[in-house]
């Protein structure tokens, strides 16, 4: 089958909080396009994204899935991304690679903080967004405290392209502002007719509000609207697709996916507003080992440059995920690997459709598409021609904040487990694995107690290895007191060799800035090569602190002054130098203690607030903010930051202490200080 051009193509993800509603979204989105002839659902298990058998147990999205579909004659590649805190790293990195995205938030909760977390994340990358205002069809839903949230906490501008006729069970259909119709919908399918009355009025005050929108960031729609000129359909929807490339306005629609209602116009919003591949900003990376500044366009004649997002394991097989943006490349064909410096070679290429797979010969700019046979690239990596290089810029994962101790039940299992743990960590960046030097163990860290769980059983059922597993850990961080600073000399012979290097190196705290690493030598005489050995064995030396060990962060690092020594400077013995005076300038400074704070959110019915407010205060927490939610369902919500520590098992005791009639939702925050005492 020939594929559209590349305008007609359209690179999407769909993200939000937790049950807002994108697999659902995404399940009708695909019936609606003829991609499936029968509508999954989370509930029972049956939904096509949700492939694991994990997800369809839980009803959550725990790892990004991939399908492509058509729409008016345009491809789209659509990815569901999970909702949950502990799998933003699934967010992370398909957003990386994207050129649109769909937010959807639910009705009746609004803005909730993981749907705060991703447009961040979607802010970060520049991807142009729609909105899509689920759920309201649900008891207590209010599409307009929603469309205020957006703009409260997320500093948005959305402009309301429809708007809805009731809501709860009063919801009829909806107003759709461009065209100034009333949309209903009959068993699925959408029914257009006239309005008349409030609603006609409200239509036209909408339309007014849609053209001042427009116009403060298109020329030619300000023109008309100064002239007193009448804007037409088209010239609107032209300068509205401008504004949202741009990444100045957020269209927002409405619905309720579970009862197939909006999605139809939610598919025609992914046509006109979000951007192709070739509407995409140029893919910039850099030269290896130069660091000049390299442009690729998306044309097929171009060298060939792709990123690789994901690996995955299936069936024992390494599937990895990429994201081409620039030349073709087929079957077979030879590759470069500019991180690992090393070939690589597709030996099958496949276009993903969930966990099932279409064969193709070849890929070209814009593709999302898997790859067998690549044995040393993961995620962050570029795939390159070797004779014009390119290096993009990687994916960053976050740290873990929780770990566990796993060991084999047998010992004929340890094998087994290693190798079972490193292909997990091949798919996770934000899974690592460590032996622990006192006392033997391997402990296991992740994002949180769902993560470490789900990748537990996964040992057990997709691997078949059985393991013991110890009690949650924290992750803990060190930083510094005050700034320090102290010299070392290395003056010795190593393998017959004389090696000599004098560095001084100076520290200090820095709250919030992460680690940061610099050289103020000036010295040219000095080659850069020992300069950088240095700096790289600084970096190296915060994985573990003086104090207790733990993993520095934090920390501003300096490599003030530096000798040289012509005949005996080697990079061996600067990168010991330095790391000895990073030491001993460590000890001098004095260590503090990091524990992970976590984000908390409970939304409760108002009679258990006082037991919940309480009950956060004796975990050492401190409420920020209490807020009362009307309506037919009125319920408060309650935000504040908790030590991770001490809310290990915290939905047991919220279930315990509401009847199971309260939710929470739980992200990390920040570290700070904390006591050493029973670390």
Same mark, same amino acid.
């Given at each position: 089958?020939?594929?559209?051009? #590349?305008?007609?193509?359209?690179?999407?993800?769909?993200?939000?909080?937790?049950?807002?509603?994108?697999?659902?979204?995404?399940?009708?989105?695909?019936?609606?396009?003829?991609?499936?002839?029968?509508?999954?659902?989370?509930?029972?298990?049956?939904?096509?994204?949700?492939?694991?058998?994990?997800?369809?147990?839980?009803?959550?999205?725990?790892?990004?899935?991939?399908?492509?579909?058509?729409?008016?004659?345009?491809?789209?590649?659509?990815?569901?991304?999970?909702?949950?805190?502990?799998?933003?790293?699934?967010?992370?990195?398909?957003?990386?690679?994207?050129?649109?995205?769909?937010?959807?938030?639910?009705?009746?909760?609004?803005?909730?903080?993981?749907?705060?977390?991703?447009?961040?994340?979607?802010?970060?990358?520049?991807?142009? @967004?729609?909105?899509?205002?689920?759920?309201?069809?649900?008891?207590?839903?209010?599409?307009?405290?929603?469309?205020?949230?957006?703009?409260?906490?997320?500093?948005?501008?959305?402009?309301?392209?429809?708007?809805?006729?009731?809501?709860?069970?009063?919801?009829?259909?909806?107003?759709?502002?461009?065209?100034?119709?009333?949309?209903?919908?009959?068993?699925?399918?959408?029914?257009?007719?006239?309005?008349?009355?409030?609603?006609?009025?409200?239509?036209?005050? #909408?339309?007014?509000?849609?053209?001042?929108?427009?116009?403060?960031?298109?020329?030619?729609?300000?023109?008309?609207?100064?002239?007193?000129?009448?804007?037409?359909?088209?010239?609107?929807?032209?300068?509205?697709?401008?504004?949202?490339?741009?990444?100045?306005?957020?269209?927002?629609?409405?619905?309720?996916?579970?009862?197939?209602?909006?999605?139809q116009p939610l598919l025609d919003a992914v046509v006109d507003y979000l951007p192709s591949p070739v509407d995409a900003p140029p893919a910039i990376g850099f030269a290896p080992g130069e660091g000049d500044s390299i442009t690729r366009l998306p044309l097929e004649d171009a060298p060939f440059s792709a990123l690789v997002f994901k690996v995955q394991i299936d069936g024992g097989r390494?599937?990895?995920?990429?994201?081409?943006?620039?030349?073709?490349?087929?079957?077979?064909?030879?590759?470069?690997?500019?991180?690992?410096?090393?070939?690589?070679?597709?030996?099958?290429?496949?276009?993903?459709?969930?966990?099932?797979?279409?064969?193709?010969?070849?890929?070209?700019?814009?593709?999302?598409?898997?790859?067998?046979?690549?044995?040393?690239?993961?995620?962050?990596?570029?795939?390159?021609?070797?004779?014009?290089?390119?290096?993009?810029?990687?994916?960053?994962?976050?740290?873990?904040?929780?770990?566990?101790?796993?060991?084999?039940?047998?010992?004929?299992?340890?094998?087994?487990?290693?190798?079972?743990?490193?292909?997990?960590?091949?798919?996770?960046?934000?899974?690592?694995?460590?032996?622990?030097?006192?006392?033997?163990?391997?402990?296991?860290?992740?994002?949180?107690?769902?993560?470490?769980?789900?990748?537990?059983? @996964?040992?057990?059922?997709?691997?078949?290895?059985?393991?013991?597993?110890?009690?949650?850990?924290?992750?803990?961080?060190?930083?510094?007191?005050?700034?320090?600073?102290?010299?070392?000399?290395?003056?010795?012979?190593?393998?017959?060799?004389?090696?000599? /290097?004098?560095? @001084?190196?100076?520290?200090?705290?820095?709250?919030?800035?992460?680690?940061?690493?610099?050289?103020?030598?000036?010295?040219?005489?000095?080659?850069?090569?020992?300069?950088?050995?240095?700096?790289?064995?600084?970096?190296?030396?915060?994985?573990?602190?003086?104090?207790?060990?733990?993993?520095?962060?934090?920390?501003?690092?300096?490599?003030?002054?530096?000798?040289?020594?012509?005949?005996?400077?080697?990079?061996?013995?600067?990168?010991?130098?330095?790391?000895?005076?990073?030491?001993?300038?460590?000890?001098?400074?004095?260590?503090?203690?990091?524990?992970?704070?976590?984000?908390?959110?409970?939304?409760?019915?108002?009679?258990?607030?006082? /037991?919940?407010?309480?009950?956060?205060?004796?975990?050492?927490?401190?409420?920020?903010?209490?807020?009362?939610?009307?309506?037919?369902?009125?319920?408060?919500?309650?935000?504040?930051?908790?030590?991770?520590?001490?809310?290990?098992?915290?939905?047991?005791?919220?279930?315990?202490?509401?009847?199971?009639?309260?939710?929470?939702?739980?992200?990390?925050?920040?570290?700070?200080?904390?006591?050493?005492?029973?670390?």
């Amino acid at each position: 089958m020939k594929r559209p051009a #590349l305008e007609m193509r359209r690179n999407i993800g769909i993200i939000s909080h937790i049950d807002a509603g994108k697999t659902t979204t995404t399940e009708r989105m695909l019936f609606c396009s003829g991609a499936v002839h029968r509508i999954g659902e989370v509930d029972e298990g049956s939904a096509t994204m949700d492939w694991m058998s994990q997800e369809r147990e839980r009803g959550i999205t725990i790892t990004s899935a991939a399908i492509t579909t058509t729409w008016a004659d345009h491809e789209i590649t659509i990815i569901d991304t999970p909702g949950h805190v502990d799998f933003t790293i699934e967010v992370e990195r398909s957003l990386r690679v994207l050129d649109g995205a769909i937010a959807i938030f639910s009705a009746v909760e609004g803005v909730e903080p993981q749907s705060e977390a991703v447009w961040r994340q979607a802010d970060k990358f520049g991807v142009p @967004r729609l909105a899509f205002i689920n759920k309201l069809d649900r008891l207590g839903a209010d599409f307009e405290r929603t469309v205020e949230m957006m703009v409260e906490k997320l500093g948005a501008r959305p402009v309301l392209m429809h708007w809805p006729d009731g809501e709860g069970e009063d919801y009829t259909g909806q107003v759709e502002v461009l065209s100034g119709d009333f949309l209903a919908w009959e068993g699925g399918e959408p029914h257009r007719s006239g309005l008349s009355g409030a609603l006609k009025e409200r239509a036209q005050e #909408l339309r007014e509000a849609l053209i001042e929108a427009v116009a403060d960031h298109d020329e030619s729609v300000m023109e008309a609207y100064l002239e007193g000129s009448a804007v037409d359909a088209e010239a609107l929807k032209a300068g509205l697709r401008r504004a949202v490339l741009a990444g100045e306005i957020v269209p927002v629609f409405c619905g309720s996916s579970l009862k197939n209602k909006g999605v139809q116009p939610l598919l025609d919003a992914v046509v006109d507003y979000l951007p192709s591949p070739v509407d995409a900003p140029p893919a910039i990376g850099f030269a290896p080992g130069e660091g000049d500044s390299i442009t690729r366009l998306p044309l097929e004649d171009a060298p060939f440059s792709a990123l690789v997002f994901k690996v995955q394991i299936d069936g024992g097989r390494r599937l990895t995920y990429l994201r081409v943006y620039s030349g073709a490349a087929k079957v077979g064909e030879s590759l470069w690997n500019p991180a690992r410096e090393d070939g690589e070679r597709f030996a099958r290429l496949f276009r993903m459709y969930s966990h099932k797979r279409e064969r193709i010969d070849a890929v070209g700019p814009g593709d999302i598409v898997a790859a067998a046979g690549l044995k040393e690239a993961v995620t962050g990596d570029t795939l390159c021609d070797r004779k014009e290089p390119i290096a993009f810029e990687s994916i960053r994962a976050p740290q873990p904040v929780i770990s566990v101790a796993i060991e084999p039940r047998d010992a004929t299992g340890t094998k087994k487990l290693g190798e079972t743990l490193a292909k997990l960590q091949a798919e996770d960046p934000t899974f690592q694995v460590r032996v622990d030097s006192e006392s033997g163990q391997t402990v296991m860290s992740g994002m949180g107690e769902l993560h470490l769980e789900v990748l537990t059983r @996964r040992i057990d059922e997709d691997f078949g290895v059985d393991v013991r597993v110890g009690a949650p850990r924290v992750v803990y961080r060190e930083t510094l007191a005050k700034e320090a600073e102290a010299e070392f000399i290395f003056d010795r012979e190593l393998a017959g060799e004389p090696q000599f /290097a004098r560095v @001084r190196v100076g520290v200090a705290p820095r709250p919030g800035g992460g680690v940061s690493c610099e050289s103020e030598v000036d010295d040219p005489r000095i080659p850069g090569n020992l300069i950088a050995s240095a700096l790289e064995s600084l970096r190296a030396s915060t994985s573990s602190g003086a104090m207790a060990g733990y993993e520095m962060t934090d920390v501003g690092i300096t490599l003030l002054a530096a000798d040289y020594v012509a005949d005996r400077a080697t990079e061996a013995a600067f990168s010991i130098a330095s790391a000895n005076a990073f030491t001993e300038a460590c000890r001098s400074a004095g260590g503090q203690l990091l524990e992970p704070v976590m984000s908390v959110e409970v939304v409760t019915p108002g009679e258990f607030l006082g /037991a919940i407010i309480g009950d956060i205060n004796a975990r050492d927490g401190k409420v920020s903010g209490v807020e009362e939610r009307g309506g037919a369902a009125a319920v408060s919500v309650v935000r504040a930051s908790v030590p991770l520590a001490k809310v290990f098992g915290y939905a047991t005791s919220l279930r315990s202490a509401t009847q199971g009639r309260a939710t929470y939702t739980m992200r990390f925050s920040h570290y700070a200080p904390c006591e050493m005492a029973g670390v």
